[in-house]
């Protein structure tokens, strides 16, 4: 039995170390798979993760193409205006170039401008001390008057005279006095009369040089020229390019401007005359013209800015005169372009003041 017991045991011993085998290889395939599994589950989360990145970085590329595109676009825009601004340069210097010119312009008339200040101040200091002058004859009158008065109170009080004599005395002394007080009050009306005359004058100068700024504006010095005569006669010149057209009387838009400019000055002295007088240069008038000849022209033109003056800015009729010199005046030779353009104008002449004539 112990034997039989001992060969079963052999016998199954193989069996048993095979199973035990088998069981460790089970266990160790077990191990594996799961390993494997592991693995793959691994490899796919790392696949998930390296998708997701992928697409990060494609979505980047994407984004970096439009900036680029967008960047692109910029450069080319800024190059556009980068050319624009080379351009905008030029034209600003040479508009600087051109205002430079109109400041040297405007500093010469200043200049002129100061040197009339000049002259303005000089005249005003003369009449100034004449009017000292005058203040200080007054108060000499005065004093002889009381002088006189004194005189005829010592006289009363120191003289015996008959009642006669005194009041022919008195009436003498009281006529002198009347005379001196009439010489008193027309020494007292001269010196309002030169005060008056001083405050006329300073306002005159200041409007002729506020017209000469305004006309500055829209001309050139060579065109337009403003001067006052000791007579206190204000004349201004225009070269008929101002004003018309070749061969034509008809007032061009840009001198209706300056004649409107130069009415609102005449309508400050509404009893000083104007006389308008036109003049041509020594060039015939054209054949085909509806004008007969440069007298005929000068005329029409004076009249031409004479019924402006009326009609569009209120100047009194009865101060105006129209004259037509033609080619019979000149201030210039004609025998250069420049003398024929400066003889070939209109003289707006402000007559010195007097009283305007109204017929009842």
Do not use: C
Request: no cysteine; hydrophobic share 35%; net charge negative.
């Amino acid at each position: 039995m112990k034997q039989a017991s001992g060969n079963l045991a052999i016998s199954l011993a193989p069996v048993l170390i095979l199973a035990a085998l088998a069981g460790s290889g089970w266990y160790y395939y077990q191990d594996e798979a799961q390993a494997l599994n592991d693995q793959q589950e691994q490899q796919k989360e790392e696949r998930r993760e390296f998708n997701a990145t992928r697409e990060a970085l494609e979505t980047r590329v994407a984004k970096l193409e439009e900036s680029e595109q967008s960047l692109q676009s910029q450069l080319q825009s800024l190059d556009s205006r980068h050319r624009e601004l080379i351009q905008n340069t030029g034209l600003l210097d040479s508009e600087n170039s051109s205002l430079a010119g109109k400041l040297d312009n405007l500093n010469i008339k200043l200049q002129e401008l100061s040197r009339t200040i000049d002259s303005l101040n000089g005249e005003n200091a003369a009449l100034r001390e004449e009017l000292q002058n005058q203040t200080r004859h007054t108060e000499s009158l005065k004093g002889e008057n009381a002088a006189l008065r004194e005189e005829l109170q010592n006289q009363a009080r120191h003289t015996e005279l008959t009642t006669a004599e005194l009041e022919a005395e008195l009436a003498r002394r009281q006529a002198e006095q009347q005379a001196l007080n009439r010489k008193i009050s027309s020494v007292s009306d001269e010196k309002s009369a030169l005060l008056s005359q001083l405050e006329r004058e300073q306002a005159s100068k200041r409007e002729i040089a506020n017209l000469k700024n305004r006309l500055a504006q829209e001309l050139d010095e060579s065109r337009v020229e403003i001067s006052e005569l000791k007579n206190r006669m204000t004349v201004i010149k225009l070269t008929s390019e101002v004003l018309f057209s070749s061969g034509s009387a008809e007032i061009k838009p840009a001198g209706k401007k300056v004649l409107a400019l130069i009415a609102e000055s005449l309508n400050q002295y509404p009893q000083r005359a104007i006389s308008v007088e036109g003049h041509t240069d020594n060039v015939p008038v054209k054949s085909h013209s509806r004008y007969a000849s440069n007298w005929d022209l000068s005329s029409a033109r004076s009249l031409a800015a004479a019924d402006f003056f009326q009609r569009q800015s209120n100047v009194d009729p009865r101060r105006l005169r129209v004259v037509g010199y033609g080619e019979y005046h000149p201030v210039a030779t004609n025998e250069t372009a420049e003398g024929r353009q400066l003889n070939r104008r209109i003289e707006i002449r402000m007559l010195p003041p007097q009283p305007l004539v109204v017929d009842e």
